[in-house]
């Protein structure tokens, strides 16, 4: 596995942002330099990868949807960022390839909430996660780096492109498993500790409520639940 092809897009992709977009960063003196760890953040659009990775002084190896893998050209760019598959639905196969990459010492992210998700349906907004990522962290006893991203769901809005938004990451203190810490337990103060992360967020930047996440179809102007 090559990092070369991660290091070129990380940075191809944090300049094209740059000149659509206003980031304000804080917290990547948690991300650990070296070893297995996991990147969990929120999911509030499509863009987060590319956001919430490039700025990170390590490779990150992120999951993409299946379908993206379908197409040659795109296939080919993802698997050279040391990208890899997942299904919609549970799938075996990427929990094993997360375990592989993780046992190699490298810095995987998960979106824990599998799906985008914002107001009451999202962990911010109070709702459950599902348990397979903190579950994954417990069972092979890796840090998890908490992460929250706000403002990206705004690039929905095609107007937004020209604006220059603001986009806002906090990258939290690394989760380690406490003695006899059971995998609810750790799960419990991950989310804890998004929550705090989120309303530090708010209190520091002085956001508002347009600043907070949106589902896509609510930022097209589109009638539609949260996904």
Sequence with gaps: MSDQGYRCSAWFTNTLLKAFTRVELSGLEHIPPAGAAI??????SHFDPYYIGPPIPRPVDFMAMEEFFHVPVISAW????NVFPVKRSTDGLAAREAIRRLKQGRLVSIFPERGLRAGPTSLLGG???PKGT??????LEVPVVPCVILGSDRLYQWRDWFARINIWIRYGEPLRLLDGETADEFQNRYERAMRTLYDSMIRDYGLQEDDLPQNPQRRK????SNV
């Design 78 to 81: 993802l698997r050279w960022a």
């Design 221 to 224: 102007g589109k009638a539609g």
């Design 127 to 129: 709702a459950q996660m």
């Design 134 to 139: 903190m579950a994954l962290a417990h069972r």
């Design 39 to 44: 990147l969990a953040g929120n999911h509030i």
